[in-house]
């Protein structure tokens, strides 16, 4: 039996069918309606102090659950501030539902208050967006942009709803069965490829698993736990596919790329055989293209058939759910393992031999001093403490690097982080919708003193909301990534890098109503760390480090993963 009811609730009726129990948003005053009906409705609504990290807070809802996240803004600014989120969510393939409201159908294109093109403007930075023209339609288009959003390569979709469909009257049946026919997926492999790729990898004798956000999202970690034991391969997990193979486990070398270890590195560079598992062989983890893994076949597997063969040709491409596939390779490594496993078996000893000895000749290890906090120091005590348990949201910057090189990560959806876009001031408002998700989990936000300053407003949202993050300002007074290029590729020109002023962090955090503190001394972080933890709510911690400290290894752009810069350049004229 249909019931009658507005365009406002039939929206929060199809949410409540998706399963969504919260929402990030700003209302408007297009969006009047809708926030009339969420006032006495079960959907929580977090009011975040930007439509940007409105989008933010929602992909840490998603990025540390696996489930769609959900926010929602007015008509003209507030949609558009929405799209630094959409594009940022595109790039790193996180399901997200974005709800947008919009003049009345009849002021369409007349330049009303508030109005602007948001289906026009977001067509490029969702992987769906639509346009609701009839109240009729408005249930379908729902659960089509929640199944767009998160099946396939995962990605965010937008829904921009008039306001007269908002208040517009309708008799509303729930929505039974999704016809999508020009959206299929192919989810399980080619039965011979997957056969092919099991001989490959059994022939390889320089074999190196490549697994990325791509293993995240399907849920495959186990999968890939299976393949790389059963190959005793190692195996390198990208910025995006951190904890995909646990930190701790004995086969798990680093990430790779331009902050990469120098194992990860080398060994993805001399390898025979890629065997790349949902990644996208980015240009940050490849450098000079043409000088990337030059012996090696590769082995593609992602359920994005755009990808494969897009910047690396594909000796043999699975088109399919990592999950799926990974299941089915396995099943065929063990049923070839008898009459193969032994073939390769001194090269494989010495491959591994290789690889342990260039983890040990160039370790990725903190440095400390009896004088200043270095970086690395403090995302040591971090990782201390979050014993490859905690969910790390970062910024973007050499914090970010320092985190993903330094901290473990022991299980997916804990490392949340603006991979592909590299949005500052991603960290704070991620860490809110993280915290959100998982209200009993230890969530840290590392961030540098450029990203916080970019969601500092956010602070009123976690006080709010109550909600214990704990948040560590690494704080070297400059745009540390931007200065170190400026260092080593600009002849130390420091243009517009300096942050020359930093808001005292006991009386911010007082301002807002939660404690802060600013640490200068190596000898008192550990205790201010553990005093951030023990708060039972937010805590602010400003730890000043080293300001000159520099991210190695690193390969400068255009160089070959092969060519790191393993530590600071001495300068011209100065000998040993």
């Known amino acids: 039996m249909s019931s009658l009811m507005n365009g406002a609730r039939i929206l929060l009726d199809c949410l409540v069918q998706e399963g969504v129990e919260v929402i990030f948003g700003y209302p408007g005053g297009v969006t009047l309606p809708l926030y009339d009906a969420l006032y006495d409705h079960p959907i929580r609504h977090v009011l975040v102090r930007h439509e940007q990290n409105a989008a933010f807070a929602a992909q840490g809802f998603a990025r540390s659950t696996g489930r769609v996240g959900v926010c929602c803004a007015t008509s003209g600014p507030g949609a558009t501030n929405l799209v630094t989120g959409l594009v940022d969510a595109l790039l790193d393939s996180i399901p997200l539902v974005a709800i947008t409201g919009q003049v009345s159908n009849k002021l369409i294109g007349t330049d009303a208050f508030q ?63 999704i016809h999508l026919p020009g959206y299929k997926l192919v989810l399980d492999g080619h039965a011979g490829q997957i056969r092919r790729a099991a001989q490959m990898m059994w022939e390889a004798e320089r074999p190196m698993v490549y697994a990325g956000g791509g293993i995240i999202h399907s849920g495959a970690h186990q999968e890939l736990r299976e393949l790389v034991e059963i190959l005793d ?58 000088d990337f893994a030059p012996y090696a076949k590769v082995i593609h597997v992602d359920i994005d058939p755009a990808e494969i063969g897009k910047i690396r040709a594909a000796d043999l491409p699975i088109v399919g759910d990592c999950a799926r596939v990974l299941r089915k390779v396995n099943k065929a490594l063990r049923e070839l393992e008898p009459e193969m496993a032994e073939t390769k078996s001194a090269a ?20 400390f001093s009896d ?26 910057g050499q914090h970010q690097m320092w985190a993903a090189q330094l901290i ?52 009123s949202t976690i006080v709010a909301e109550r909600l214990p993050v704990k948040i560590i300002v690494m704080n070297n007074g400059f745009l540390g990534m931007v200065r170190q290029w400026q260092t080593l590729f600009f002849n130390n020109r420091l243009s517009a890098t300096t942050m020359s ?76």
């Open 115 to 177: 109005e602007a093109d948001t289906f026009g403007i977001t067509r490029s930075c969702t992987k769906h967006n639509y346009l609701v023209k009839d109240i009729a339609e408005l249930p379908g288009i729902i659960h089509e942009a929640f199944y767009i959003a998160s099946s396939g390569r995962p990605g965010p979709v937008l829904v921009d709803i008039p306001k007269d469909i908002f208040i517009a009257q309708a008799h509303y049946q729930p929505v039974k069965s």
């Open 233 to 290: 391969a190692p195996a390198v997990n990208t910025l995006m596919g951190l904890g995909a193979l646990p930190g701790s486990h004995p086969n798990f070398i680093s990430m790779p790329g331009m902050h990469g270890s120098y194992a990860a590195n080398m060994g993805m560079y001399n390898t025979d055989l890629i065997i790349a598992l949902g990644v996208r062989f980015d240009d940050r983890v490849t450098g000079r293209l043409k």
């Open 348 to 367: 494989r000893i010495a491959w591994w031999k290789q690889i342990r000895e260039w983890k040990a000749e160039h370790p990725l290890e903190p440095v």
């Open 371 to 396: 004088t200043e906090i270095k970086p690395q120091h403090l995302v040591a005590e971090i990782n201390r403490l979050a014993d490859g348990k905690a969910i790390v949201c970062s910024d973007v």
């Open 408 to 459: 473990r990560y022991d299980a997916p959806r804990l490392w949340l982080n603006s991979g592909g876009l590299g949005s500052m001031g991603f960290g704070l408002p991620s860490a809110l919708g993280a915290q959100v998700a998982c209200p009993d989990k230890l969530v840290f936000a590392i961030l540098g003193d450029g990203g916080f300053q970019m969601s500092l407003p956010e602070l």
């Open 501 to 576: 002023s930093f808001p005292n962090a006991e009386h911010l955090g007082a301002a807002f109503g939660m404690p802060g503190r600013t640490v200068k001394s190596p000898a008192d972080l550990r205790g201010a760390l553990e005093d951030a933890v023990a708060e039972p709510g937010p805590y602010l911690l400003n730890v000043e480090v080293s300001p000159f400290e520099n991210v190695y290894p690193m390969v400068p752009a255009g160089g070959a993963i092969n060519e790191m810069v393993l530590s600071q350049p001495k300068p011209v004229g100065v000998s040993e």
